[in-house]
């Protein structure tokens, strides 16, 4: 079974601040972890994943997230917020092989104090 | 390539009415996942289809529940006798799964049907 816990359902930020979005997860299978935004009314677009390989992912829109597979985390960062990240994010986490179903956090809703 | 389509993206209804929703995969997708998202929640996994075949379903689907994939193309998600339970936002994912690696295993998700059972 896998899960996904994120810290802090609400996240504030000032403009030009720091973002540190934090989620750990559970897996007894070499997991695949995945970053998505969803923006009010919206789906969800994926900003970022990590499959095999470099433990530092780069998404778009300045994102980042580090795979620790000791710390079973995979936070997400960006060195500094705009107005425009305000949006809730969601850590999610499926297995490498089977059928990839993806299981979600309950999610973080961040805000962008100008 | 437009993406992932979902109609309708808003549908209210009275309770014990029934509703069926569609979602359009991006084309040669032959993954199709249907989730469903309360307030304030992640989505939740419902179901998925290979092409046509239904492969597993959530203990979330009721009987109440049905999904289609007829054609291997897009599909359906009806509801029957409406609760209000199931107002909540439905979100259809798909994938290629016959890509390897990272790349099968992206989904990307549509706009979202947000149901609202009165």
């Known amino acids: 079974a896998q899960s996904v816990t994120q810290l802090g359902s609400h996240v504030s930020v000032s403009e030009g601040a720091l973002v540190l979005l934090r989620c750990n997860y559970s897996?007894?299978?070499?997991?695949?972890l995945f970053w998505y935004v969803q923006y009010p009314n919206q789906g969800l677009q994926l900003l970022l994943k990590?499959?095999?390989?470099?433990?530092l992912v780069k998404g778009i829109n300045g994102f980042e997230a580090e795979f620790k597979k000791s710390e079973t985390s995979f936070h997400l960062t960006k060195p500094s917020a705009h107005m425009s990240d305000a949006a809730e994010y969601f850590c999610?986490?499926?297995?490498?092989?089977?059928?990839?179903?993806?299981?979600f956090g309950i999610g973080t809703k961040l805000q962008v104090i100008p | 390539d437009t993406g992932v389509s979902q109609n309708p993206r808003h549908k209210i209804t009275k309770r014990g009415q029934n509703v069926t929703f569609r979602c359009d995969p991006i084309?040669?997708?032959?993954?199709l996942y249907w989730y469903r998202q309360t307030l304030g929640q992640g989505p939740e996994f419902l179901t998925y289809?290979?092409?046509?075949?239904?492969?597993?379903k959530s203990r979330l689907l009721s009987d109440r529940f049905s999904a289609e994939r007829p054609k291997g193309s897009f599909s359906t998600l009806e509801i029957q006798r409406t609760e209000q339970g199931d107002s909540a936002m439905y979100l259809c994912?798909?994938?290629?799964?016959?890509?390897?690696?990272?790349?099968?295993?992206?989904?990307?998700f549509g706009p979202g049907t947000r149901l609202t059972v009165l």
């Open positions: 999610a986490v499926s297995d490498a092989g089977g059928y990839q179903k993806v299981t």
């Open positions: 897996s007894s299978v070499p997991p695949y």
């Open positions: 990590y499959t095999t390989g470099a433990t």
């Open positions: 084309s040669e997708h032959n993954r």
């Open positions: 289809f290979q092409n046509e075949a239904q492969l597993e």
């Open positions: 994912a798909s994938i290629d799964a016959s890509l390897s690696g990272g790349a099968g295993n992206t989904q990307y």
